[in-house]
């Protein structure tokens, strides 16, 4: 017999009448944090991002070398207009509200194929956390071709019902327009293009997790684009209520990363001027290709979604042409392993059958999936990015062969350049720093969430004392390196929406450990290389100090000549190089 | 003009085509680490959370003294069947489709109030990844009252809609059952609860991250619950291909923590046999009353749209009743504050008005938030609930005031438990091992991203040095030590979906380190106490050995007889005892 007594009245009557359906778009306004929007310094940073991540992927795809501008500009204490510029093959008028306006919306989920964006969240995001914070709607302008004309749109996004409201349509002539690095004051204008323009409460800070951090981060990883910044800060005394402002104003937290020192806050950099990334390289890079799911990462549930979503009208044939690496002999095999009719219609196959077809496919002996759907950065082009950003007397990379985890092809990319202490100007390093740590996901930098990442987790994973630099216990290895990681794949797992961080799984840390390693090695031989190169030079030196003293002391107790005298310091000095080159 | 060449043909026009909408359900399964279902061994250990925290949760919103079990069966070799029971109110036929098949749909996002539950994912998730992986529909069977007959479903998710599919639905005559801790082998019955059953793919690993674990802590976190558990696994042999199968089965990723070592792996627990943890305490917690919005934690653009939603028919009406801590009084001081018409309709409130009227509140003193939203677990019950997992010689525990982050009151606990080393029967605790931490959110234990996590870094950020523990460099201090740490908030600003780890607001981390530092102050105290009592000690018994040989050699000295030796031997004694009374 029930022993508890009630003591209220909610029945599950009552309780049924709580319950109530939850937008997506309310429930990431509520969960801000999980998007990157949790303080206005990175609200700042997530917001320039994801829309220069946007404006990378649509140049790419449609083939166009990228032309990206950042424009900041400080409007009020707590408050930034940031306007992004692309020369992208601009976006349709049809489209334009869902893109900007709607959460879970977009061209990349449903495929498998590299790319920044992937989850169709990131620019809405951006734009409902301005609508929060400033009431402000999104403005797009767009333009597709010299015959047609721009289109410029407000828009806001409807948190209840998660869908766009068009505030303002109207045709104009707008032509995206980039100031040009060669010729000061000039600018280049394009025939396409989109510009979206968002206001929003934000901090901008200097330094580290900075905007400019960001942007060089990205140029490095993306030397084919070519990215201008310009940051308009209010004067000191005209932003003084700002410290009061924003601690006051709610959401200040800085999560996931140390707070920044004062000294850093708001000093203006050049202002009003564009800066520019120059393009490095006047290529494309090779565009990946996109494929279809490997029947070894499709979970049983999935499979029989595919089967029952499949055009094709045998098992047979769905098997050969819904998944990449079944030829039609090897989807034959997988039906005759599981004991199943090869012309069955797949829509009709039963649970069983299909837990059956489900181990006959894990059984059968498969090619991995194939790896042009991967565009790797490169050996070179990482070289020629950490030698632009880093005054080194050493830089290697290794770009290792792609692999799969959970059926998604990935690779990983790594790079380290070190310099002698002391020799890097404005870096400031102390003796005891950690090292430098770049990560990148598609070449897109990741900067919040070191600490969740798995690519930081293989930098420390990685026994550096092996190769010459001290490390600490569990933490990243000390000296003056950077090192750069990289991780190309269909579908980068990452640990939350706000896409900082990428998740531990057991193939990609293990990969990442092995790129580390090499670069490691190499490193090891070249430390090795410069330390005997300067105990040899100091030897030499120490010595070539002392052979005139100890031929004079010589030349006294022999009683030699002058003559004899310079001419066994001659001697002296040739014994002792080719002892140095016995040894 | 434009100096890239396009490459491909790809336009806004055929870019245009390829934009869809993505389901949320679609995005969380291709996306399920964010949800706590990445590895086999988490994807069990999420699943039964979810379960449990909806049963504690409907108990006590029905004022139920919860009794649930949980029932995990080990039916495959990568595959279990989970039955979670509880004696709640039950379920209204007509929400268990959506309760159980539709993410984000639940009774707790829409309001500020205390619970477990906040998202409306959790179990639908779980279900979601049950089907996935083994193509099982979730079964649910529920009755909420005598005079009621059950009712059973088994319903599946349409990813592709977010939509419940309800496949089987029919009454009986189920009542929910339990063991009877006190009467082994005889049950307890209901007349009102519900039961939730998913076949998953997962695996059962003792230890660290356990079931058990979670249940162990879940106890001492909730003395007023009685929970059973009962793990039948396969036999070794049966389960051989384990391994194999589970490493070809994709999905094996441990993400977030380390693996388990080997010998972990699939050891039986006594089979077949529940186990019971006993409720210790027959009442109710308070119940936490639901509150309105705290003026000073609202946006701009969330105050737009409640005054576009709000019934009230003037400003001055809709902040005092949409608000908490505005009173009518106030509310006519922020619209006077602010230049506006006290009388003037909330919905027609332009948009520079509405910045107006922010600016106002945020400038006018307001009460803080009201607290009774936040049921503690009170320093009693964590003292209570520590003494039952460690036979610790110091126990202490501190519940702070409540606080506020971003508008949300919460409240910071913190316990502290410690014994001398060695005397733990069954730790097998290394001397160097750092102390055990028990996090907590809203009486749910978080197990896994502990290093992501604000409770864990503010145990790092104290100087636990200065309490007596050694503490490596950024690390969790060192010791025979158990440290309990519990938020409670209306809103936990969790960093992921999956609710493993609090994101580190500063108001957060600043009043858990006030917590763990009173602790750490009664720690050095009792430390401090016990080193001078073993000091003394060891001092009397060093000084009482040798004080018969004293006597002794005065004795001969002084040529004393064997009384006057004894008597000088009690005299020492003494004067020895004063000495030290006197330190």
Not at 81 to 101: E, H, L, Y
Not at 477 to 492: D, E, Q, T, Y
Not at 513 to 536: D, I, K, S, W
Request: net charge neutral.
């Amino acid at each position: 017999m029930p022993r508890a007594a009630r003591r209220r009245t909610e029945t599950a009557e009552t309780l049924a009448q709580r319950q109530r359906e939850i937008s997506v778009s309310e429930f990431f306004l509520k969960n801000r944090h999980l998007l990157g929007f949790d303080s206005p310094r990175r609200a700042l940073l997530t917001a320039v991002k994801e829309a220069v991540d946007n404006s990378l992927d649509a140049c790419e795809e449609a083939g166009i070398l990228p032309e990206v501008s950042v424009d900041l500009e400080h409007i009020a204490p707590t408050r930034f207009r940031m306007t992004v510029t692309d020369n992208g093959p601009g976006i349709v008028r049809a489209q334009v509200p869902k893109i900007f306006a709607k959460l879970l919306y977009g061209s990349k989920f449903h495929r498998l194929r590299m790319a920044r964006g992937q989850q169709g969240i990131g620019i809405s995001a951006a734009g409902m956390y301005g609508q929060l914070t400033t009431g402000r709607a999104t403005e797009i302008i767009s333009r597709t071709s010299r015959s047609r004309p721009a289109h410029r749109m407000d828009v806001l996004l409807d948190t209840r019902a998660n869908r766009p409201i068009l505030l303002r349509e109207e045709e104009c002539d707008w032509r995206p327009e980039f100031p040009d690095p060669d010729r000061p004051g000039e600018s280049v204008v394009y025939d396409h293009g989109t510009a979206v323009t968002i206001e929003l409460e934000a901090a901008y800070v200097r330094g580290r997790l900075s905007v400019d951090e960001f942007l060089q981060q990205c140029a490095i990883a993306n030397p084919h684009a070519q990215i201008h910044v310009r940051i308009r800060l209010k004067p000191r005394d005209e932003a003084a209520g700002e410290d009061e402002a924003s601690s006051a104003n709610a959401a200040t937290a800085d999560v996931g990363s140390s707070s920044p020192a004062a000294s850093e806050v708001a000093t203006p950099p050049d202002a009003a001027a564009w800066r520019s990334f120059r393009r490095a390289v006047e290529q494309m890079p090779e565009p990946p290709a996109e494929i279809l799911p490997h029947p070894h990462g499709v979970e049983l549930g999935m499979l029989m979604q595919i089967l029952k979503d499949t055009s094709s009208r045998t098992l047979r044939s769905a098997l050969a042409t819904e998944f990449s690496r079944v030829s039609d002999r090897t989807a034959l095999e997988i039906c005759q392993r599981a004991g199943l009719d090869p012309a069955a219609r797949p829509a009709r196959i039963a649970h069983n059958d299909a837990e059956t077809l489900y181990r006959a496919i894990q059984d059968t002996k498969l090619m991995r999936p194939p790896t042009d759907c991967l565009a790797p950065i490169g050996e070179a082009a990482i070289v020629a990015g950490l030698q632009k950003e880093v005054r080194a007397d050493f830089v290697t990379a290794v770009s290792r062969p792609p692999a799969v985890y959970r059926g998604n092809p990935f690779l990983i990319e790594a790079g380290l350049a070190c310099w002698r202490p002391g020799e890097q100007e404005g870096d400031g390093a102390a003796a005891d720093d950690p090292v430098r740590l770049l990560r990148f996901a598609n070449r897109v930098p990741l900067l919040y969430q070191a600490g969740a990442c798995a690519l930081s987790r293989a930098v420390i994973s990685v026994n550096w004392k092996t190769y010459g630099l001290a490390q600490p216990k569990g933490a990243l290895p000390i000296g003056p390196v950077v090192l750069l990681i990289h991780i190309a794949s269909v579908w980068v797992p990452f640990t939350s929406e706000s896409k900082d961080a990428v998740a531990a799984y057991p193939e990609i840390l293990r990969e990442a450990t092995f790129a580390l390693q090499e670069c490691g090695r190499r490193l090891a031989q070249f430390l090795g290389r410069r330390r005997r190169e300067e105990e040899a030079r100091r030897k030499r030196e120490y010595i070539e100090t002392y052979i005139p003293h100890l031929a004079h002391g010589l030349a006294a107790i022999l009683g030699l000549s002058d003559r004899a005298q310079a001419d066994l310091s001659a001697r002296l000095s040739k014994l002792l190089a080719r002892s140095r080159a016995d040894a």
